[in-house]
């Protein structure tokens, strides 16, 4: 099996004139007619790493907000959240090397989650990692359809004891959080919320949590998977937030609030529309409304000493950080674009809060501060932590933690614009051949090489003033470089995007 499959692998792969597949920003991810073998190895992989830690594994088999045709595997380590830095440079090595499979254990056996999307491929690759998994001579339990936030939960909810049999048990998920919610939640959120499922995954799960929670919130679903073959076309976040239209089957009503979801549910925007104007509330302000609740609770005991910070990226607004910092008064830091970095970015404190400006976050916590707020009695803060999944940012979750908020705090999504004032800002992209060259610093606000080219860009920002930023990054997930500028003034933010796109399309190779 495996050689027949390694052989139909790299034939395709030469006819097509393309590399081996790398682990990248959120593992691998291709056209799936590559995927089939990539799929065998996670399999293998995975099935060894959990008979030798004797921990429970997970696999999630999606390509998020990319083409329908498209597929890719996300791996859930045990604790959810993702794979370390090192572990993803083994995954990737035991995918390219022709290491045969019969190696020993430290413990004979081994158990790996594997959940799935809508994606027409998404079942017969389930079917390949089972048995890449059944290879390593470990259990492979396929947990369905489900979102990308759910399988991690689960892998981290069945480690930790919260949960025994997760195949008996597929709602454990929804009733969990529903329960916390149920308990935050006493008297009915007004509005109606509606959902735009992208299609995908979410949209589907959303019905089990409308059910659930009917009594407190009004909830209506567009978009939800009933035509699976138009997943994230014309709607989802992905859609909405980047190309800053309405989704298909959109509603209209002053009085609605909308959410919607990408293909597999780990990202969210929320907007409203009036006066012909969409309004878009991207992850800066979810993690402003969040950190904003919690200092408040937090100051009413000021012996409740609890570290804070807020992770973002580069792509976040300046006048967000420059509220976090000057107004709430929090440690605000950049991490690289990709949730694996804001994650673990966020564990360096007591409550760490991240959100890319694309809506993906969450908020976690350390061990020791649900006991702590039990002690000063903050339990209100002690449950909203707790509806926080703590395995991965999950656009479901976070619709529930802000729905909480909103209506404690009787903001509407207008107020919730109103906190400050974003920047004018552009992000635009150029297809190049050689991304690769474009080298930036960590945090990834500036770039470092080629210098030829960094000597040229700060020659064009030397003729603005200070407050406007640039930032020129090669992206992780497409054949592209991104530019993102920013600035007090949109027409000059629009000049820097075409004086800095003009010079790239004259240096790279397009
Ligand atoms: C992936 C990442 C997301 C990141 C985006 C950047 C995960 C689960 N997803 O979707 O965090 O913002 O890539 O894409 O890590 P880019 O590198 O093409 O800009
Ligand atoms: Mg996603």
């Known amino acids: ?80 959240g993702m794979l370390s830095i090192e572990e993803e440079q083994n995954i990737e090595i035991f995918y390219k090397s022709d290491e045969i499979v019969k190696q020993e254990t430290k413990y004979d056996n081994g158990i790996v989650y594997v959940g799935r999307d809508t994606r027409p491929s998404s079942d017969s690759l389930c079917q390949i990692v089972l048995e890449g998994i059944k290879e390593a001579g470990a259990v492979g339990i396929n947990l369905g359809i489900v979102t990308t936030p759910q399988c991690a939960f ?87 937030q980047k190309e800053k239209k309405l989704p298909k089957n959109f509603i209209y009503d002053p009085s609605y609030r909308y959410a919607s979801l990408d293909g597999d549910a780990d990202r969210l925007v929320y907007y409203y529309f009036d006066n012909n104007k969409l309004q878009i509330i991207e992850g800066d302000r979810f993690a402003i409304l969040f950190a904003m609740y919690i200092e408040q609770e937090l100051k009413k005991k000021p012996n409740l000493k609890l570290s804070i910070g807020i992770i973002q990226t580069a792509y976040a607004n300046s006048a967000s950080t420059k509220y976090i910092t000057e107004k709430l008064g929090i440690y605000a830091k950049y991490a690289p674009t990709g949730v694996k970095y804001l994650h ?11 959100f890319e400006a694309n809506g993906h976050g969450a908020i976690i916590y350390k061990d020791h501060v649900l006991n702590q707020l039990k002690e000063f009695q903050l339990f209100e803060l002690e449950l909203f932590l707790k509806l926080s999944n703590q395995a991965v940012g999950d656009a479901i979750i976070n619709i529930l933690m802000t729905e909480f908020l ?23 992209k150029l297809y190049v051949k050689n991304k690769q060259i474009i080298k930036t610093n960590y945090e990834e606000t500036s770039l470092i090489e080629p210098i030829d080219l960094k000597q040229k860009v700060d ?52």
């Open 1 to 80: 099996m495996d050689t027949q499959l390694r052989d139909e692998h790299k034939q395709l792969l030469e006819n097509d004139q393309k590399q081996m597949l790398c682990y990248g920003t959120s593992g691998f991810r291709e056209n799936s007619k590559y995927l089939k073998f990539v799929g065998w190895r996670v399999g293998i992989f995975i099935g060894l790493m959990s008979k030798n830690t004797n921990l429970k594994l997970g696999v999630m088999i999606t390509a998020s907000h990319n083409k329908i045709i498209d597929n890719g595997f996300k791996v859930v380590p045990p604790q959810g």
């Open 154 to 240: 689960l892998v981290y909810a069945t480690n930790l004891g919260l949960i025994q049999q997760i195949e008996s048990n597929q709602l454990f998920f929804v009733e969990y959080f529903c329960n916390i919610f149920l308990q935050l939640v006493k008297n009915s959120i007004e509005g109606t919320l509606i959902i735009d499922g992208a299609e995908g995954v979410g949209g589907i799960w959303i019905k089990e949590f409308q059910q659930k929670l009917t009594n407190v919130l009004t909830i209506k679903r567009i978009n939800y998977g009933d035509e699976p073959h138009l997943l994230n076309e014309g709607c989802g976040s992905e859609f909405v």
């Open 344 to 354: 673990r970015a966020a564990h360096e404190f007591d409550i760490g809060i991240y």
């Open 406 to 428: 909103l209506n404690k705090l009787q903001m509407n999504i207008q107020d919730w614009l109103l906190i400050y004032q974003d920047y004018p800002a552009l992000s635009t």
């Open 459 to 510: 020659e064009i920002m030397s003729k603005f003033d200070k407050s406007y930023r640039t930032c020129i990054r090669p992206s992780g997930t497409e054949s592209v470089v991104r530019v993102h500028s920013e600035g007090p003034q949109v027409e000059i933010v629009k000049e820097i995007d075409f004086r800095i796109n003009e010079l790239l399309k004259s240096y790279m190779e397009i």
